[in-house]
């Protein structure tokens, strides 16, 4: 599967994204919407990638402003993901880790346990107050269906 990850400058959230979820059969990158981010979104990295996924609201505007023809039939979905954070920070972890799986079990039909990295808790509560159970269970096959 192939996850682009949308912030405003590229600096922190996304590159963290990025780097989080970098695991063995999933590819990353990430990208920014700002003029001086400092890895530009491109049509071309959009076509990359199977989902999209945003920080915040205006970050989705912003794409579907400069690339609708290159966001048509993809997948976008916004993290709700506020800019207080920095790189790597403990808690911006735990929360890409608590929206996901927040996600993923709401929203995926196919599922199958995948052991959660070191850094999300799975059973115990997350930062956004949702408890999960010890072995997760995500669909990390593509379609990504969200």
Known sequence: MRL???C?????RSPTAEAVFAVPGVETESAGVAPDAENPVTPELLAWAEVVLVMEPAHRAKLT??????LRGKRIVCLDIPDVFTYMDPELIQRLWDEWHFRAERLSPRRFCVRC????????RGSSGRTWPRHQRV???PPFDF
């Open 8 to 12: 405003a400058r590229n600096r922190l």
């Open 117 to 124: 990295p070191v850094f999300c808790r799975s059973d115990q």
């Open 65 to 70: 402003k400069a690339f609708p023809s290159a």
């Open 4 to 6: 682009l990850f949308v």
């Open 139 to 141: 669909d990390l096959r």
